[in-house]
């Protein structure tokens, strides 16, 4: 008799693909081809591009619609992709989600997986020390500011994220690097709310498990790893979770 296959799902954030990163790029691809294709589901936790100025990059990005379809072939084949806006691809909307095949979670979703209460986050809410970025966060995911921005032509909402990433790179330049990872106030306070959950999200590029007791329950925060020099996924089986590197 042949085993039956571990069910298994895989989880990944932070890849910022962008033009210039061709290794990365490459990697993403064999990623979807050669590894996420085993996998019941693929869940996408933010940043899965570097800047995203809405579903025209489509029709401006040929990188974009290359993702894209890759994802639909990915989704074809029988695999169910989720995906969850970061801080640098909110502006991600439905004729994405349509053209690659791929569901938008809300930032939180709960999910159960395998028998286990999974919380998933993108993971900067959890980053509330960092009051100028919360701000900033606040504003734009306002609906009106949405609606301007997209309204607004391409090559302006371009030299816009421009700017953005700029002084992003000046804000952090000038901030203590405990600001900027998640508060453990609004840890603790995320795992009250959803009942002690396995906490899983990115945001942070501080790939760790750290373990917790939170009014007398053991809890598990997993923050996925962002792809830089290599890339990292995190695989969740019926029988546990585990980290799994890819190299260049």
Same mark, same amino acid.
């Given at each position: 008799?042949?085993?039956?296959?571990?069910? =298994?799902?895989?989880?990944?954030?932070?890849?910022?693909?962008?033009?210039?990163?061709?290794?990365?790029?490459?990697?993403?691809?064999?990623?979807?081809?050669? !590894?996420?294709?085993?996998?019941?589901?693929?869940?996408?936790?933010?940043?899965?591009? %570097? &800047?995203?100025?809405?579903?025209?990059?489509?029709?401006?990005?040929?990188?974009?619609?290359?993702?894209?379809?890759?994802?639909?072939?990915?989704?074809?084949?029988?695999?169910?992709?989720?995906?969850?806006?970061?801080?640098?691809?909110?502006?991600?909307? =439905? +004729?994405?989600?349509?053209?690659?095949?791929?569901?938008?979670?809300?930032?939180?979703?709960?999910?159960?997986?395998?028998?286990?209460?999974?919380?998933?986050?993108?993971?900067?809410?959890?980053?509330?020390?960092?009051?100028?970025?919360?701000?900033?966060?606040?504003?734009? +995911?306002?609906?009106?500011?949405?609606?301007?921005?997209?309204?607004?032509?391409?090559?302006?909402?371009?030299?816009?994220?421009?700017?953005?990433?700029?002084?992003?790179?000046?804000?952090?330049? =000038?901030?203590?690097?405990?600001?900027?990872?998640?508060?453990?106030?609004?840890?603790?306070?995320?795992?009250?709310? &959803?009942? &002690?959950?396995?906490?899983?999200?990115?945001?942070?590029?501080?790939?760790?498990?750290?373990? &917790?007791?939170?009014?007398?329950?053991?809890?598990?925060?997993?923050?996925?790893?962002?792809?830089?020099?290599?890339?990292?996924?995190?695989?969740?089986?019926?029988? %546990?979770?585990?980290?799994?590197? !890819?190299? !260049?």
């Amino acid at each position: 008799m042949h085993p039956i296959p571990q069910r =298994q799902t895989f989880f990944i954030s932070d890849l910022h693909l962008a033009g210039e990163r061709l290794e990365i790029n490459t990697l993403f691809f064999q990623f979807l081809e050669n !590894i996420a294709i085993k996998a019941e589901s693929l869940y996408i936790l933010g940043d899965l591009f %570097d &800047y995203w100025l809405g579903d025209d990059q489509l029709d401006h990005d040929p990188l974009a619609r290359q993702i894209a379809d890759a994802l639909k072939i990915l989704a074809q084949g029988g695999v169910n992709v989720f995906f969850m806006s970061g801080n640098r691809d909110f502006l991600i909307g =439905q +004729r994405f989600a349509a053209e690659a095949g791929l569901v938008i979670l809300t930032d939180p979703t709960i999910i159960n997986l395998y028998g286990q209460q999974i919380l998933l986050m993108h993971g900067d809410t959890l980053c509330t020390d960092d009051v100028m970025y919360q701000k900033f966060r606040v504003q734009t +995911r306002n609906t009106d500011w949405i609606n301007a921005t997209l309204a607004s032509p391409y090559e302006a909402r371009q030299q816009l994220a421009q700017s953005i990433r700029d002084q992003s790179d000046s804000a952090k330049s =000038q901030k203590a690097e405990e600001i900027m990872d998640v508060a453990e106030a609004a840890v603790q306070q995320a795992f009250r709310e &959803y009942r &002690y959950p396995v906490l899983i999200h990115g945001h942070t590029h501080r790939p760790a498990t750290h373990q &917790y007791v939170v009014d007398g329950h053991e809890c598990e925060r997993w923050v996925l790893a962002d792809w830089h020099q290599h890339g990292e996924y995190l695989e969740v089986s019926e029988l %546990d979770l585990k980290r799994v590197g !890819i190299g !260049i």
